[in-house]
């Protein structure tokens, strides 16, 4: 008797339930979303960063009981929001996102996360809310319109419980919110006391020289890292002029265009023993706070003990190797140019040139080496530009490639982000800004974007891996050469 109870017990469970109503707040989905895009200024500067508060209030209610899934890949909070089409509008550059570790959800094509903040009350009901930031800087003046976002969604007020696939919904609604367009005024830089070693530098800034170099011989090369931080357009201006070293040869210069700081390395040379300190470097910048205006900060001057007697004008590096070497100088003496000269062979000739250039190629290749070594190190970014298309490769020959990761990786490492980052609406202005060629660029943001959507669970990308083959193949040759 228990046995047959046990198994009317079990066809029961199996068989559908009545449905199960979602308790729903008055009025239209409409006014249970709410989608805000504030801007911290209304009037900005040429140069300004421009960041936008993203904020979606979302009804508590409709969050927890009624949102459904929008794609096959559940999502932390299952909305999607159309990405901002500003990234495209003439005369905008795009700043870095700063990332957020909230619930994910879908921004344009890609995932990214939401800050949380604590709930409010809206007309006596509770709200969720999320928000994002992000930030452009005009590069010319004028009125700069901010199209309308929209916050797509879609939610249920009867569910089934269903064996198989759990919680289902009966009565499946698809809405969507829009905000309201933005308008900033964009007004040009101050020509009156701009300073002339002024790069485009807008905010609140400070910046600091570190030098690991205290002793030191006329003509030897040092590293001087000059650091800048703040509140601005950090990755957008020029780098800071250096007419100030008086008394240095600049060797070479490399740039790490971080986030939240610019880093620039710069490689120096003493031309003179009187030299003392490296001086205090002006850097300027415009503070568009009240009250507006041009200021400068300055590194301290860091004191240097450089040794030697001789003074060099102009560091001549292959000069110096040449008569570095014993006897080069004599050269013409050990073949006196006259008919009365004996003849030497063509291969004794080989072997004089050998044994007086060998010592120097081969300080030549131990230089070229050390140096590729100290771009590497210096050059993260560069190092992994230059490897990356031998990667992709490599990477299409394995079974079960994931195309859409390979190609984002690739792309990333030219455009120095990360694989997540390279997503973006103004992708295209982005690879022809590295020199890919406009119908490649073009080409390249259409394929990252469909492949992208397939992994939404959109239509597959026919011949993936060998059209992304082909992209990399006629982008590398112009992105390579971005940073060789």
């Known amino acids: 008797m228990r046995g047959w109870l046990a198994w009317v017990v079990l066809i029961g469970s ?107 009350t809206i007309d006596g009901r509770a709200f969720a809310i999320f928000e994002i930031e992000r930030a452009w800087v005009a590069t010319g003046s004028g009125e700069l319109v901010i199209p309308p976002s929209t916050l797509r969604f879609a939610y249920a007020t009867e569910f089934r419980d269903d064996f198989f696939e759990g919680r289902t919904p009966v009565d499946r609604h698809d809405a969507e919110v829009t905000s309201s367009p933005l308008r900033i005024t964009v007004r040009p830089l101050p020509e009156e006391d701009r300073p002339p070693s002024f790069t485009g530098a807008v905010g609140r800034f400070a910046i600091e020289a570190t030098t690991p170099a205290r002793s ?5 090369s040092f590293k001087l890292e000059i650091r800048i931080t703040g509140n601005g357009n950090l990755t ?49 910048f415009f503070d568009p706070e009240p009250p507006a205006g ?13 040794g030697g007697t001789t003074v060099l004008q102009e560091p001549d590096v292959i000069g110096d190797a040449l008569r570095a070497v014993p006897g080069l100088d004599d050269i013409h003496g050990l073949m006196p140019l006259t008919n009365s000269a004996p003849r030497r ?10 044994a007086l250039l060998g010592p120097w190629l081969m300080a030549s290749g131990l230089v070229t080496w050390r140096w590729r070594r100290e771009r590497e190190r210096l050059d993260p970014g560069g190092a992994r530009a230059r490897r990356a298309a031998r990667r992709f490769r490599r990477s299409l020959t394995k079974p079960d490639v994931d195309v859409a990761g390979e190609l984002l990786e690739y792309l990333a490492a030219h455009l120095r982000c ?16 590295r020199g890919a060629p406009a ?25 993936a891996a060998e059209q992304a083959r082909r992209l990399v193949d006629e982008l590398e040759p112009r992105l390579r050469g971005s940073v060789a």
């Open 216 to 220: 030191l011989e006329v003509g030897e």
């Open 236 to 284: 957008t201006f020029d780098p800071p002029r250096l007419d100030g070293l008086e008394g240095f040869h600049i060797l070479g210069m490399i740039e790490d265009r971080g986030e939240s700081v610019r880093r620039v390395i710069v490689d120096l040379a003493a031309l003179d023993a009187d030299v003392t300190e490296i001086p205090a470097l002006p850097f300027p």
């Open 345 to 354: 062979s063509p291969s004794s000739t080989f072997i004089v040139w050998l």
């Open 14 to 120: 199996l068989l559908p339930t009545g449905p199960e109503r979602a308790i729903a707040q008055e009025g239209s989905s409409e006014d249970r979303v709410v989608l805000e895009v504030i801007p911290d200024h209304e009037t900005v500067f040429v140069h300004q960063a421009i960041r936008l508060t993203i904020r979606m209030s979302i009804e508590r209610q409709l969050l927890d009981r009624e949102l459904i899934q929008l794609f096959r890949r559940e999502l932390d909070l299952p909305v999607q929001l159309d990405a901002l089409s500003l990234g495209e509008a003439h005369g905008v550059s795009t700043l870095p996102a700063i990332e957020e570790s909230g619930p994910r959800f879908a921004f344009g094509e890609q995932l990214v996360s939401a800050r949380t903040q604590p709930d409010r």
């Open 418 to 433: 990360r694989p997540a980052a390279v997503v973006d609406v103004s992708l295209e202005q982005r690879l022809a800004s």
């Open 294 to 306: 041009y200021r400068v900060v300055a590194t301290q001057p860091i004191a240097l003990d450089v």
């Open 439 to 463: 119908g490649a660029a073009s080409r390249g943001a259409r394929l990252v974007e469909a492949l992208v959507a397939a992994g939404y669970g959109g239509s597959p990308v026919e011949d």
